[in-house]
T-cell receptor
Framework: DQQVKQNSPSLSVQEGRISILNCDYT??????FLWYKKYPAEGPTFLIS?????DKNEDGRFTVFLNKSAKHLSLHIVPSQPGDSAVYFC???????????FGQGTELSVKP | DADVTQTPRNRITKTGKRIMLECSQT?????MYWYRQDPGLGLRLIYY???????NKGEISDGYSVSRQAQAKFSLSLESAIPNQTALYFC??????????????FGPGTRLLVL
């Protein structure tokens, strides 16, 4: 039973354009969401988070949107750069500091 | 210097062998976690520890055991390795008392192959 789902295993985007990565969840108790980025041969690194009291959080080129009624979040990267090419995982927890449940990951490729 | 280190980085072993993966951290965090990553499945939680005297099973603990030797050290053992334990293993830490309590910090991973 996959509580956090990333239905697109891969995404290819042209440099300078917008990348949109999507994530769906099923557990209505989740109230804290994070995005992690992973390069090959490295561990995941934290990118951006959002709590359920917000519907948007922005950090530079990265914006996370949360739609609680649809149980859906998305990560927007604008403009996309070749260095953004990596696997992106979304994660959720029922409370801040609680256990994280991860999605399957989406591999983003940004073409020059 | 890396804040979360894992040893070994790569390991090949045979079915039935006992193997230990080690994790050390210099972040001073109380909470530590072990995950495995498999293609198409993301990261799944094996065990977690909220302090030295607290050990909890995650979603896929069967076939694994852990030891929290100190605040800074958390080891994962496979008592009798089997081929479907071939995966990438990650250790992570977090600290609920910080400004960023929900964030976990990951080590570089251990790639394990069980023949």
């Amino acid at each position: 039973d996959q509580q956090v789902k990333q239905n697109s295993p891969s995404l290819s985007v042209q440099e300078g354009r917008i990348s949109i990565l999507n994530c769906d969840y099923t557990n209505s108790m989740f109230d804290y969401f994070l995005w992690y980025k992973k390069y090959p041969a490295e561990g995941p690194t934290f990118l951006i988070s959002i709590s359920s009291i917000k519907d948007k959080n922005e950090d530079g080129r990265f914006t996370v949107f949360l739609n609680k009624s649809a149980k859906h979040l998305s990560l927007h990267i604008v403009p996309s750069q070749p260095g953004d090419s990596a696997v992106y995982f979304c994660a959720a927890s029922a409370r801040v500091g609680g256990k994280l449940i991860f999605g399957q990951g989406t591999e983003l490729s940004v073409k020059p | 210097d890396a804040d979360v280190t894992q040893t070994p980085r790569n390991r090949i072993t045979k079915t039935g062998k006992r193997i230990m993966l080690e994790c050390s951290q210099t972040k001073g965090h109380d909470r530590m976690y072990w995950y495995r990553q498999d293609p198409g499945l993301g990261l799944r939680l094996i065990y977690y520890s909220f302090d030295v005297k607290d050990i909890n099973k995650g979603e896929i603990s069967d076939g694994y055991s852990v030891s929290r030797q100190a605040q800074a050290k958390f080891s994962l053992s496979l008592e009798s390795a089997i081929p479907n334990q071939t995966a990438l293993y990650f250790c992570a830490t977090s600290d609920p008392g910080t400004q960023d309590p929900g964030t976990q910090y990951f080590g570089p991973g251990t790639r394990l192959l069980v023949l």
